[in-house]
């Protein structure tokens, strides 16, 4: 006879029950983390204070991310160093049909320092150059206590981009393109319910991808310039582990394993206009982010007992406005303000696939921004932004029935340099 204790049959079904909808969750959970829009703008301290604005622009090296063209001026070696601190806060709240209803919470505060370095020079009509930055990123981190822990604790995307950039200027057109090539790593936590006990789940991938990039500017006159900016789609195959922590009689059913996945970063196009008044620059922007690249997510297990699952997202292409002015009111400051709407006419997400591992909505912000510039050859750039999330309600079957708002604060820092060979050969008698 084994001395093994007796199980009830209702405990003996329950880890293949749990077992089973803690998979599905699970895959849920990684197929909404990225249903909304997670797009970094805020790639440079420069552009930051012009709500982000700067498709047209040819004076920050922060072109090489916004327009690489722009920068074949002439105008030799320019480089920057920069980091963006956002401080989020989301708020959660189910709706009065909602059978858990009323419940709310907010997301725990985090500090999340996007980077962002650049380097170009530019001699006669030549340029080359390179832009590495953190373009694709989220971070949601609801309290493990919350009440849909068992959805989503936490959800992380981020996928670092190295694009270097070759260009030549043809009169008042400069063209410029180069490859791209990005290092993603996804990671989802969530607790698991079994029955009398609680335990944990975590799926950590990573991979790379590559696609390019492809920008034009125009200077058509001394006081009006375009520009245009494509960015391609990239494709990351991603592997990773599938993780439990569970009580020890679900475990069996619950096991570690490999699992793999692809994904889809979207194609962005942008379009500028710069007006320029004497020491006043008014900046126009229109952007879209093609996130209907994907329209599903495919997460394959190791493990032949567990079945590979499908998750439809039926994301949707969404456009973006930016307005922004500068002057430069004194040779060594440079003041700005701008202001965004993003998620036109609505944020990538649809209302079925809405959740909290990714609330996306429609967002409003404000900005303003100064530049100093030290000597003849250094900058240094900050910029502030406040940015509302709009109120937005889920009407999903795979996740609460909940109405999903927040904010952000922005505060963006950099350093430029810039030599310039021509202003040595001004100054020759």
């Known amino acids: 006879m084994s001395d093994a204790p007796s199980v009830p049959p209702t405990r003996r079904l329950a880890p293949r029950l749990v077992g089973c909808c803690a998979w599905v969750v699970t895959v849920m959970s990684a197929g909404t983390v990225s249903a909304g829009g997670y797009e970094i703008v805020q790639q440079s301290a420069v552009a930051g204070g012009t709500g982000s604005a700067s498709t047209a622009r040819e004076d920050d090296v922060g072109a090489a991310w916004f327009n690489p063209a722009a920068l074949a001026d002439g105008r030799g070696l320019r480089s920057a160093i920069g980091v963006t601190l956002a401080f989020p ?12 209803a009323p419940w709310d919470a907010d997301t725990e505060s985090a500090i999340s320092p996007p980077p962002h370095l650049y380097a170009s020079y ?29 959805d989503v604790i936490s959800s992380e995307i981020e996928f670092f981009r190295i694009a270097p950039l070759l260009g030549w200027r043809f009169g008042p057109i400069r063209l410029a393109a180069g490859p791209q090539f990005d290092f993603g790593r996804v990671h989802l936590k969530r607790a698991t319910n079994h029955i009398e006990q609680e335990g944990s789940s975590a799926i950590v991938l990573s991979g790379h991808g590559f696609g390019g990039h492809l920008s034009a500017f125009y200077d058509a006159a001394e006081w009006l310039a375009f520009g245009l900016s494509y960015r391609s789609r990239s494709l990351s195959p991603m592997e990773g582990d599938a993780d439990f ?14 699992v793999s996945t692809d994904w889809t970063l979207p194609d962005r196009l942008a379009a500028g206009l710069a007006l320029r008044f004497g020491s006043v620059v008014a900046l126009l922007d229109l952007t879209a982010t093609l996130w209907s690249v994907s329209d599903s997510l495919l997460i394959r297990f190791e ?34 303000a701008g202001f965004y709407a993003d998620g036109i006419p609505e944020s990538p997400a649809p209302r079925e696939t809405l959740s909290p591992a990714s609330p996306d909505s429609t967002r409003l912000a404000g900005t303003v921004g100064a530049s100093v510039e030290i000597a003849d050859l250094v900058a240094v750039d900050v910029f502030y932004e406040h940015m509302r999330l709009l109120k937005r309600k889920s009407n999903s079957d795979d996740a609460p029935l909940a109405s999903y708002t927040g904010f ?9 340099l810039h030599i310039d060979p021509n202003d040595d050969a001004e100054q020759e008698p």
């Open 89 to 100: 806060t989301l708020h959660a709240e189910g709706l009065p049909l909602a059978p858990d």
């Open 122 to 150: 530019s001699q006669d009509d030549w340029l080359v150059g390179v832009a590495a930055n953190l373009p694709f990123a989220s971070r949601v981190q609801w309290p493990s206590d919350w009440p849909h822990r068992f």
């Open 245 to 258: 922590s569970v009580p020890e009689v679900f475990a069996p059913d619950l096991p570690d394993q490999h």
């Open 303 to 336: 493990d032949p007992a567990t079945d590979d699952r499908e998750t439809p997202r039926n994301w949707r292409d969404s456009m973006a406005v930016r307005l922004g002015a500068e002057w430069s009111p004194i040779d060594p400051l440079t003041v700005r």
């Open 408 to 416: 952000a604060h922005f505060l963006g820092f950099g350093l430029r």
